[in-house]
């Protein structure tokens, strides 16, 4: 396989991967209103979590790291995805009882800064600031695969795994779950007040959101077969809300143009441009910077992203009376006891 | 005119309450907003709570509704006591309430706001969302209908489709009202419902307001317009400086001099007594 084409699919895997991650963020923070600002550090924990448990036992391996039960895939991704709903649950009775919107944000950087802290240094856990590495490559043994076959093959297996990702979320965030999720979104205190328990549903997108994270970090540490602290730096949280506001919040083909727009072209396809000369890594820097100018523009001129949230419509129920435009040909009924009330003679008008 | 049916007056009445207040306090720093509010609503009546600015009513409906909970005093709602309860746990029992600046779900269409309002919902879980499917269905088409009907009965059916945040002041106060009545309440607290609209609106509201209780809602509402208090509550509550002053017809009420001193007099003095 050529070089191109080598770039072409890692770029597609990373299409792929960071779709997966847009659509977690997105139903916490697109759907349920919940800003996670330490989204990364579920990402982060979801790729540990599965490179430990797929590597061999750590003796012997220069490395020094939990588990390591040489669990094949998809189950070692399963645990990534499960170990990120573990942590998403224990951070959600602290914080989201008690904490909302910008105060919520706040606590939740906090805590990714401690995470990052207690994995850099706690060297047992997952080897310290080395991370993990010569995570085994999924299915190379079955299918044999050589390094250069093993790239577009894991980059449509991740594109399988999007595919039946997207084919869940879209039946959550279309059903009355996902309707209560945005009701909590626009206004928290209405949906209480309407019966909705905001912290069951907080929770139940919490854990959601952040099981996508899990796998999509999972998938990430498979495809690179390394993974350490500085692939996860509390920052990268915002490259993928830079992904769904680019791509439009709330709408799951908005989340896929966004991971097109942003993860792929904007920073990884500049990652195989030639350095500058006299300027190595300057690339890296600029394209993050185009990053944050790009994100700063679409909140200003276009704050629904690429791809807007887009209305749901409901079929009109049997025998509704309906024009060519669709609109009801019956006057709206009134009520049997505005007679009763009205002072003079006039007919009610409709609201103003 | 209808004639009305005769008031539930007082605490002591014969009528059963849904809704029994006993020393409600509740203090924002040293400002005492509700100081020992005690009143009973009476089941199937519109009730009106009545007072000056800063009497304590959005309070009181604040802390009934679980929004707030109170320093001191108990509440229940039926057989049950309540005091201090969450709000959803609340709603679950049947108690709506609309706000004093309406609060829709702005993001939602007109139709999904009401089909967000019914309590508890089969498909609100996850299990039955991937394994429950016709159940999800079923219920769905139920909701709709259900949703349609309300929607054509306010007059928002045409707006079905808009986003609740492109709708007028006054349609969004008929959109709150009608989530609330697609939630199947047994109470309805109603905060000034009828402000800022114009008056062919308020006739409107009035006339739902009637039709809930024709249905067996029972409606409690803070309202300053005494106009259409006198035409459709059966009962009202005084409320001053957070206590309760008096309760009874709002045509009794007028010769009752403490109400005067407080707030009747204030509002025919300010010429908004209709």
């Known amino acids: ?222 495809f690179g077969g390394s993974f350490n602290p500085t692939a996860w730096l509390p920052g990268e949280t915002f490259v993928v809300f830079a992904v769904i506001i680019v791509g439009g919040v709330g709408n799951n083909v908005g989340l896929l143009m966004g991971a097109l727009l942003v993860e792929t072209l904007l920073i990884h396809l500049p990652a195989f441009l030639p350095n500058i000369p006299g300027h190595p890594g300057l690339i890296e820097y600029i394209d993050t910077m185009v990053v944050g100018v790009v994100l700063m523009l679409m909140l200003w001129f276009r704050p629904q992203g690429v791809v807007p949230e887009r209305l749901r419509r409901f079929p009109q129920p049997a025998g509704e009376l309906a024009n060519r435009d669709g609109h009801s040909v019956a006057p709206p009924e009134q009520s049997h006891y505005v007679a009763a009330i009205t002072t003079d003679d006039s007919e009610p008008k409709d609201a103003q | 005119m209808t004639s009305f049916e005769e008031p539930a007056i007082t605490r002591q009445g014969v009528d059963e309450a849904i809704l029994s207040c006993e020393g409600l306090t509740k203090a924002f720093g040293g400002v005492n907003a509700v100081n020992g509010a005690t009143f009973d609503v009476p089941r199937g009546k519109i009730t009106a709570l009545i007072g000056p600015n800063g009497a304590g009513k959005t309070t009181v409906v604040n802390i009934l509704s679980g929004a707030m909970k109170s320093d001191s005093g ?145 409606v409690l509402m803070i309202e300053h317009n005494l106009n259409i208090v006198e035409k459709i509550c059966d009962n009202v509550i005084v409320l001053a400086e957070g206590r309760t002053l008096a309760t009874g017809r709002l045509s009794d009420l007028r010769n009752n001099p403490e109400v005067v001193q407080a707030y009747l007099g204030e509002v025919i003095n300010a010429g908004t007594g209709h």
């Open chain 2, 74 to 218: 108990s509440m229940r709602l039926g057989s049950t006591d309540i005091t201090n309860w969450e709000r959803y746990k609340i709603a679950r029992l049947g108690l709506m309430r609309t706000f004093q600046l309406s609060r829709e779900l702005s993001g939602l269409t007109v139709l999904e706001n009401l089909l967000a309002a019914p309590k508890v919902q089969a498909g609100e879980s996850l299990f039955n969302i991937f394994f429950r499917p016709r159940l999800l269905k079923r219920e769905e088409r139920q909701n709709i209908e259900r949703a349609t009907e309300i929607l054509r009965t306010y007059g928002l059916y045409d707006l079905r489709d808009n986003r609740a945040r492109e709708l007028s002041g006054g349609q969004k106060k008929l959109l709150e009202i009608s989530r609330g009545v697609m939630a199947s309440p047994s109470l309805f607290l109603l905060d000034e419902p009828m402000a800022g609209v114009n008056p062919a609106l308020i006739e409107r509201i009035g006339g739902y307001i009637l039709d809930m209780k024709a249905q067996g809602v029972t």
């Open chain 1, 1 to 222: 396989m050529s070089a191109f084409w080598y770039y072409v699919f890692t770029l597609v895997f990373f299409l792929f991967d960071y779709f997966i991650l847009a659509m977690g963020l997105n139903i916490q923070y697109g759907e349920t209103g919940i800003l996670n600002f330490a989204y990364i550090a579920f990402v982060a924990l979801g790729a540990y979590v599965t490179g430990a448990v797929s590597m061999p036992n750590s003796v012997g391996t220069g490395q020094q790291y939990i588990f390591g039960w040489g669990i094949p895939f998809p189950f070692n991704l399963i645990m990534g995805g499960v170990a990120a709903m573990v942590l998403a649950f224990v951070v959600a009775l602290i914080t989201l009882r008690r904490l909302r919107t910008d105060y919520l944000a706040m606590v939740l950087i906090s805590l990714s800064l401690v995470f990052y802290d207690i994995v850099n240094n706690y060297v047992r856990l997952f080897n310290g600031a080395d991370g993990l590495y010569n995570v085994p490559e999924p299915m190379s043994g079955v299918f044999h695969l050589t390094l250069n076959a093993f790239v577009p093959f894991f980059a449509l297996v991740t594109g399988a795994v999007a595919l039946i990702l997207w084919g869940v979320m879209s039946r959550i965030t279309r059903s009355p779950l996902g309707r209560t999720f945005r009701a909590i979104r626009d206004d928290p205190d209405v949906a209480a007040a309407l019966g909705k328990g905001v912290f069951r549903y907080q929770l139940t997108s919490m854990l959601i959101g952040s099981f996508y994270a899990g796998v999509g970090g999972g998938l990430l540490i498979q």
